[in-house]
């Protein structure tokens, strides 16, 4: 006989609940600001930057100073573990300055991938030795959320049954380690969009990872008012020969989830997964217009679909902070509009549309 044991108060439950969704209040998504050290030095190479804490602070800060306009767009920021240590140019840190907006703090807990042994190139992501300590210390540090991301592939063969199973279940171990102390966790399970299988592959792999997903955060009693999800839309490879337009995106991705998630689950960050920011953007927008019933809130956890077009106004240039800001300001005005089916798109800049996609992305 399975037998229950609580393992979450009222309260504790109440306080998880009320966080997720404070981060995905109405128009209001996630700046996903978590790249590690390695993925930075990928990043300002792009624009010829050397890679330094120096200027990876300073690029932070260019996104962390934008004015009041982003208050209504933003409603949390993943920090990585050096950047929720460091302070603007005023000496006030990173953390109080994004807390004083009235935006929640994340940050992102996993150690990174490592191979899988016995499997054709796939991977787990490690991280969870130390990671009650982790989580106690963030949340007196002022996070009240976390971020772990696993990694899947599609091939012919990939991913097998023991990548999705391994994967699930790290993602919910994870999830109830960050639960017990009070931190919210967003479980991304990123199917990479390497690749050239087709829009119905894609949501058949998503659709069999996300169901295990869900059973492991049964199995490990996750309570899942208290989460948010950031998958991957469902689309194409990026090297598949049908184009597939936003409403097929929109209906493959929202037919998946609700193959697959539990209406439980408080919200779904989509990440960008490479795309250009003016096609997550339309994406994002289709997905919230899509005519099937969705009982989640469906927004953004945008990394580089929020700050591409900054960092390529700074270019590592004192005097192109401001403009950068505004690069910033703009795509997640943008992104506000897309999470509410209200964007109308049509932004032909070159700076948007330009993809950042890199195969097999990992960081």
Request: with cysteine.
């Amino acid at each position: 006989m399975t037998h229950q044991v609580p393992t979450l108060s009222e309260a504790q439950k109440r306080e998880l609940h009320e966080t997720a969704l404070r981060i995905v209040s109405p128009g209001k998504g996630i700046l996903a600001a978590d790249e590690s050290v390695g993925s930075m030095a990928k990043r300002l190479a792009q624009v010829g930057v050397e890679n330094t804490e120096e200027n990876r602070r300073q690029f932070r800060q260019i996104l962390f100073s934008a004015d009041e306009r982003i208050n209504s767009c933003i409603g949390g920021v993943i920090f990585f573990h050096e950047t929720l240590y460091q302070h603007s140019d005023n000496g006030v840190s990173f953390v109080k300055m994004i807390r004083d907006r009235g935006i929640l703090v994340g940050v992102k807990v996993d150690k990174g991938v490592v191979p899988l042994a016995g499997t054709s190139g796939e991977t787990t992501t490690q991280g969870l030795d130390g990671l009650s300590e982790r989580c106690a210390q963030y949340k007196k540090d002022g996070a009240v959320f976390a971020k772990w991301r696993c990694v899947l592939k599609i091939s012919d063969t990939n991913p097998s049954k023991l990548a999705i199973a391994e994967n699930a279940n790290v993602l919910a171990r994870y999830s109830s380690i960050c639960q017990q102390h009070g931190i919210v966790p967003i479980i991304e399970p990123e199917i990479l969009p390497d690749g050239d299988h087709d829009l119905k592959r894609s949501q058949y792999i998503t659709e069999k990872v996300l169901t295990a997903v869900y059973k492991a955060m049964s199995d490990h009693h996750v309570y899942l008012e208290g989460t948010l999800l950031k998958p991957n839309m469902v689309t194409g490879g990026h090297s598949c020969s049908t184009k597939y337009s936003p409403e097929e995106v929109a209906m493959a991705t929202i037919t998946t989830l609700r193959r697959t998630v539990p209406p439980a689950v408080t919200g779904v960050a989509f990440l960008s997964g490479g795309q250009s920011e003016e096609e997550a953007s339309i994406h994002l927008n289709a997905i919230n217009n899509c005519p099937l019933a969705k009982p989640w809130v469906l927004t953004f956890s945008f990394g580089r679909a929020l700050q591409a077009s900054a960092l390529r106004a700074w270019r590592g240039h004192k005097e192109n902070e401001k403009v950068a800001t505004e690069q910033f300001i703009k795509r997640a005005e943008a992104n506000s509009l897309a999470c509410q089916g209200k964007y109308p798109s049509g932004d032909k800049n070159s700076d948007v549309c330009h993809r950042s996609y890199g195969s097999c992305h990992a960081y």
